[in-house]
Each structure stands twice: as structure tokens, then as C-alpha cells.
């Protein structure tokens, strides 16, 4: 159990790296997407490579500088962490840095409306590593073997977007130089900057219960919360898979000026989810224990913690939806701080009840925390594309 708990935070940190390509990533799908509905194709291609370049360096610098700092923390015992718990950390910290460069090949794929070839890497991916974690777990092969199975499988996964892009002959020219690659990377800085802030709150909003966790309980308990939290972030996955390809269709069509578009998509898209992931939840509520044995052989009969991943689910999807959409639109700022205003939330919960009430506090101060993101992300839509539907400018679209 204390190995599944370390191994599940090393888990929990995968999306923090989305925040570390000074948010050049997602500002460059925008751009994409952008250029494409106009006509550029070249224009699109040139800020993909000059993207590419940019953000291998970013990744490059800080991977070495996460490995030097791992390094020195176990050298002067802030850490203490086993040796095979500190070359876990080392391979994952390598591994997520490829998976950063890597990404931006989903991303191109993304911004190219190519959802399709995406999911089938994304299904790809898991055939080949739960039957690889399966298989190194009962060959008992330990934390380090499968730490680098996971985030091997989770790093060719993205960089296998590359050769799909390469088979339209017009992305086939090499990127531009770096310093031309730095001119036109530039022009999304500003942009990126907002989506980096918004990557990284994010990250502490999603990705932190199982650290708090572990902050606050064992890592016996970590590991239970782990295995529930587990049951309630598919249907959350498969909701923003599902999603996912309306960010680029968004900054399209508001491209083209078709914001009225946007406005009916939102409203559908969002009621529909909140619907489907209320019965998700409810079911998982009534069957989850269950589920957790079978899947486990472990005992974990916590109906709050059940019940209040539930109430997370429903609110945590109504946020992604209308997060989508505003991330076409380039409307970063408001969610930055209302997301900001939800880490605080949360920590300030958990702090409070966690080692009262028990680990269900947790999910629940998760739920209660994102309620004004939630309203702010609707208000927000309204507000930019017009309470009527008729539409009006867009502020911040790349």
C-alpha cells in the first residue's frame, strides 16, 4: 500500500507539466486553428516547428533543473525518500519532460480537428499499459519498473502524433530556425502566459487530492482515496475526451465570426454533461464499493467519500464544458482566478476537516470549491458571446 501511494502521487503530478511550456502549447492551438480557418496553412505549419523548437528547449532546461533539485534535496535530507523512490521520481521527472514535447503533436492534431486519431492513440496507450502494469505487478518488478512503464507508455502515446502529422506532405518542411522560430513564437506569449497560469492553478486544483492526502493521512488511506478517486475521474476523462476537439472548433468558428455557434454549443454540451455524470456519480455511489473489491480485493466502504466525489463529478463537469469553450475564445484570466480562489477553498477545508471528519472531507471541500468557477465560467460565456446569442466581440482570442 505505501508503494501504490507513492507511486499514485508520482501519478497525480503528470498534468503538471502542461503548465511548464509557458502555456505556448495550448496558445499555438489557438494559432493553428486560427490560421487554418483563414486559409494559412503554411502560417500554421511555421507555428507549429517554431512552437516545437521553443518548447523542447523549456522542457529540456527544467527537467535538469528538477533533477539537480531532487538531487540536492535527498543529499540535505529534506527528503528521505528510499533509493528506489528517488530514481522513480528521476524517471518520471525525464519521461514527463518527453511527454511535454510530445504533446504538442496531440495538440497540432487537436487544432487540425483530427479528435478521431487522437482517441485511438489515447486507447492505444491504455491497451498497452494496464496489461504492462499487470504484467510488471505480478512479476513483482517493483515501484521504479512501474513508474517507467507508465510514463513510457504515457510519452510514446503523444510523440506518435508526429508520424501522423507527417503524411500531409505540407507539414513535412523542416521547422524554421530558432531565430525565426522565436519571432514567431513570441506573438503568443502573452497568450501563453495566461493559459500557463491556467494549466498550472488547474494542476493544483485536480491534481493535488492525493498529495493533500498523503499530507494528512497514511499512505494506507492515500491509497484507498486513490483507488476511489480512480473510479470517478473515468467518466470525467472520457466527458473531456469527448470535449476536447470543441476548443479548436471554438476558436474556428469565432474566427469566421460565428459566435452565436459557440453560445448554443455551450448551453447543450454543458446541461447534457451535468445530466450524464449526475447518473455516473449516482451509480457509482450504490456500486462503487463493489467495484473497488473486485478491482482490488480491498474494503473501502466510505459512502461520504463516495458521495462526495459524486458531487465533484457533477460540478467538476459542468466546469470542463464551458472551460473548453472559453480556452477557444482565449477567455484565460477569469478562470485563472476563480480557479485560484478554488485552491485556497480546498486547502483551507482540508486543513480544517480532513483529520476530524476523516479523507471524505476531501472530496467534498473539492466539490464546494469549484461552485464559483462554475457560475463565473457561465457568466463568462454569456457575457462574451452575448446573452442573446447575437454575439459580440471576443477579448483575448489568439
Not at 525565426?180 to 498550472?200: E, K, P, T, Y
Request: positive net charge; hydrophobic residues 60%; charged residues 15%.
Amino acid at each position: 500500500c505505501t508503494a501504490f501511494g507513492f507511486w499514485s502521487a508520482l501519478v497525480s503530478l503528470t498534468t503538471l507539466t502542461a503548465g511548464l511550456d509557458l502555456g505556448i502549447g495550448s496558445a499555438v492551438r489557438n494559432r493553428i486553428s486560427t490560421l487554418r480557418a483563414t486559409g494559412d496553412e503554411d502560417g500554421a505549419r511555421d507555428a507549429f516547428g517554431a512552437a516545437l523548437i521553443v518548447v523542447t528547449l523549456v522542457s529540456a532546461a527544467l527537467a535538469g533543473l528538477l533533477l539537480v533539485a531532487a538531487a540536492a534535496a535527498q543529499a540535505s535530507g529534506w527528503t528521505e525518500w528510499p533509493g528506489e523512490q528517488h530514481r522513480a521520481v528521476a524517471a518520471a521527472v525525464v519521461l514527463l519532460g518527453a511527454f511535454q514535447v510530445g504533446n504538442l503533436g496531440q495538440l497540432a492534431l487537436y487544432a487540425r480537428e483530427q479528435p478521431l486519431l487522437v482517441a485511438g492513440l489515447e486507447v492505444a496507450r491504455w491497451l498497452i499499459t494496464v496489461p504492462a502494469l499487470l504484467l510488471v505487478a505480478f512479476a513483482d518488478g517493483g515501484l521504479l519498473a512501474m513508474t517507467a512503464t507508465y510514463f513510457v507508455a504515457l510519452a510514446l502515446s503523444v510523440a506518435a502524433a508526429f508520424p501522423i502529422l507527417l503524411t500531409d506532405r505540407r507539414w513535412r518542411r523542416p521547422p524554421p530556425g530558432p531565430a525565426r522560430a522565436w519571432r514567431i513564437a513570441r506573438r503568443d506569449v502573452w497568450a501563453g502566459a495566461g493559459f500557463a497560469a491556467l494549466q498550472i492553478v488547474a494542476t493544483l486544483v485536480y491534481q493535488t487530492d492525493v498529495l493533500i492526502a498523503a499530507q494528512l493521512t497514511s499512505l494506507a488511506t492515500t491509497g484507498d482515496f486513490a483507488l476511489v478517486q480512480r473510479l470517478y475521474l473515468v467518466p470525467l476523462s472520457l466527458l473531456f475526451a469527448a470535449v476536447t476537439p470543441l476548443w479548436a472548433r471554438t476558436a474556428s468558428e469565432v474566427a469566421r465570426g460565428n459566435h452565436r455557434w459557440a453560445r448554443t454549443l455551450a448551453e447543450r454540451a454543458a446541461g447534457a454533461a451535468t445530466g450524464v455524470l449526475a447518473l455516473c456519480g449516482g451509480a457509482a455511489v450504490v456500486l462503487g464499493p463493489w467495484a473497488v473489491k473486485v478491482w482490488t480485493g480491498r474494503d473501502v466502504h466510505d459512502r461520504w467519500l463516495y458521495a462526495g466525489f459524486a458531487a465533484w463529478l457533477v460540478v467538476a463537469g459542468w466546469v470542463a464544458v464551458l472551460s473548453v469553450i472559453l480556452n477557444g475564445m482565449g477567455r484565460v484570466w477569469p478562470q485563472v482566478r476563480w480557479l485560484t480562489v478554488a485552491v485556497a477553498m480546498k486547502l483551507l477545508v482540508a486543513t480544517l476537516t480532513v483529520e476530524r471528519v476523516g479523507v471524505a472531507a476531501l472530496a467534498w471541500g473539492a466539490a464546494i470549491s469549484l461552485l464559483p468557477l462554475a457560475l463565473s465560467n457561465w457568466r463568462e460565456v454569456r457575457r462574451s458571446l452575448g446573452a442573446s446569442g447575437r454575439g459580440t466581440a471576443v477579448e483575448g482570442a489568439v
